[in-house]
Structure formats: C-alpha cells, structure tokens
C-alpha cells in the first residue's frame, strides 16, 4: 500500500484510496498508451476553504486530474465511473 505525503499540491489529505497493482481507471482512453492510470485517490482540503477536492493520482502521487465538492461524503458518492475499475477503501489520513 502506498500512503500519500500529508499534503498534495499544498492541500491537506483529509482521506485516501489506493489501488495496488491495478488501477482505479484512466484520464483519457484507456487503450491510448499515453492515457494517464489512477492508482491513488485522495480527499483533501485547502486551508481557509469549505470546498474539499478529491485529487486523482498516478503511481507518485501527483494529480492528474480534480473535482471540487461541498462535502466528504460528496467527493466519496460521486466517484465518477473511470474510476471504478476496482472498489475504492478510504482511509482516514493519519500521520
């Protein structure tokens, strides 16, 4: 299991996915070489914000692609289907 840095692009892991071997989906076609695999999903939130983003990941933990939400248990709802090749565990981030 790969857990995440406290922060991704400076906002704070509130909760986290990994997906081991196989990701999660791509970003772009998923038969294009070049299409991005998400192997890491995170919630996070920015300081002084409401808004609360789920950050999809490659294998290092960098985004490549977001969406903000109202809400934690929005961002975990609204999973978009890329994203569903396999089940997400969320995990409460814990340093």
């Known amino acids: ?8 692009d400076g906002a704070k892991v509130l909760y986290w996915a990994w997906s081991g071997s196989i990701p999660f989906g791509f970003v772009g076609d998923s038969k294009d070489p070049k299409a991005s695999k998400i192997f890491g999903l995170a919630i996070c939130r920015y300081e002084n914000s409401d808004d609360v983003y789920r950050f999809s990941c490659d294998e290092n933990w960098e985004t490549q692609q977001d969406a903000v939400y109202d809400s934690v248990e929005q961002a ?3 999973l978009p289907n890329q994203y569903k090749n396999i089940p997400a565990e969320w995990i409460k981030f814990e340093e």
């Open 1 to 8: 299991m790969s857990k995440p840095e406290k922060e991704i």
């Open 76 to 78: 975990i709802e609204n």
